[in-house]
Structures are given as structure tokens and as C-alpha cells.
């Protein structure tokens, strides 16, 4: 009896192990999303660096992204930078905007390197159904800092990549 209740832990924590390293960086959900709507981007932070804490996420904006909302987390500040367009653009709503936010750092915590969790960000996707929309993200440790920042060159591809950029893949939008 004790040796069936062993393999059969051992076969339910197989499929866990196996799972550990497509989840070893920081990731984006969606995956896919509707160009030319809103959406609520979660980013994951899986663990910390080398067994560190992580002290700080910031999240890269790709251009397109004309509106954007972090989420405000307890026991984090949340940071804003914005960046000046070279020519103001319609935004929703009607408005004309000549900044958009650029970059969102969350800072705090820490985040025990044992745990997870979701930073979010409420953003309006650009019209370009078919682009994949890049965000960089930089995690910073007590000890530390991991970068998930590499974007796929045209000859290269996301599965070649050491330490990916998460990635949402916008699609038409539903008729």
C-alpha cells in the first residue's frame, strides 16, 4: 500500500515539475486579444532570482498603446513613465494625446522568491489586427535582477530565446 501511495505522488507531481520551466519567466495573459478594444493584461511573476526576492517589476509598453491603467497593488507604489509622441494621435474617446505612458514600475513587496503574483494593467490594443505586441519586463531582486526582454528577429524564433519578452498576438476583432 505504501509503495502505490508513493508512485502514485510521484505521478501526480511529474506533470508539476515538467510545467516549472514554461512558467520560469515573467508571461502576459492574454495571449491573444481583439486589436482595437480594451484589455486587462495580468503579467505573472512566477518566483524570485536565484532564490531573491523580488522587489521591483517594470513593464516596457510597446508604440501603439495609446491608453494604459496599471493596477494598484497593497504594499507595492506604482510608477508611470510617459514619453512624448513626435505627433499627438486620436485616442479613445475622441481625445488628441501627445504622451502616453511608456513604462510601469510596480516596487515594494518583496515578493518571496516561494510564491507568485499578477501585476495588471488595463490597456487599449492599437488597430493592427496580426502584430505581436512586445512587453518588456524587467524584475528587479533583493539580490539581483532578471530581464525578460528579448524580442524574436525576423530569422529567429520565440522558442530560440533564453530570457523572452512576454508577448500578446492581437487578432480582428469579432463582427
Not at 508539476?16 to 493584461?41: G, I, N, R, W
Not at 504594499?75 to 494621435?89: S, Y
Not at 524564433?157 to 519578452?165: E, F, I, R, S, V
Request: hydrophobic share 40%; net charge neutral.
Amino acid at each position: 500500500m505504501a509503495a502505490g501511495l508513493a508512485t502514485a505522488t510521484v505521478l501526480m507531481a511529474t506533470p508539476l515539475l515538467l510545467a516549472v520551466p514554461a512558467a520560469a519567466h515573467v508571461t502576459v495573459q492574454p495571449k491573444e486579444a481583439p486589436a482595437d478594444s480594451y484589455f486587462q493584461l495580468t503579467f505573472t511573476v512566477p518566483h524570485g532570482c536565484n532564490g531573491s526576492a523580488t522587489t521591483a517589476l517594470r513593464i516596457k509598453l510597446p508604440d501603439g498603446i495609446l491608453s494604459a491603467k496599471p493596477q494598484m497593488k497593497p504594499g507595492w507604489n506604482v510608477e508611470v513613465k510617459t514619453r512624448k509622441l513626435a505627433t499627438p494621435q486620436q485616442a479613445p474617446h475622441g481625445k488628441m494625446v501627445d504622451e502616453v505612458v511608456d513604462e510601469v514600475a510596480w516596487r515594494g513587496g518583496p515578493l518571496p522568491d516561494n510564491l507568485y503574483d499578477t501585476f495588471g494593467i488595463v490597456v487599449r490594443f492599437p488597430d493592427q489586427p496580426d502584430r505581436s505586441l512586445y512587453f518588456p519586463a524587467v524584475q528587479e531582486c533583493e539580490k539581483g535582477t532578471a530581464r525578460w526582454i528579448e524580442i524574436p528577429s525576423d530569422n529567429q524564433g520565440a522558442d530560440k530565446l533564453q530570457t523572452p519578452a512576454p508577448v500578446v498576438r492581437l487578432k480582428a476583432k469579432s463582427p
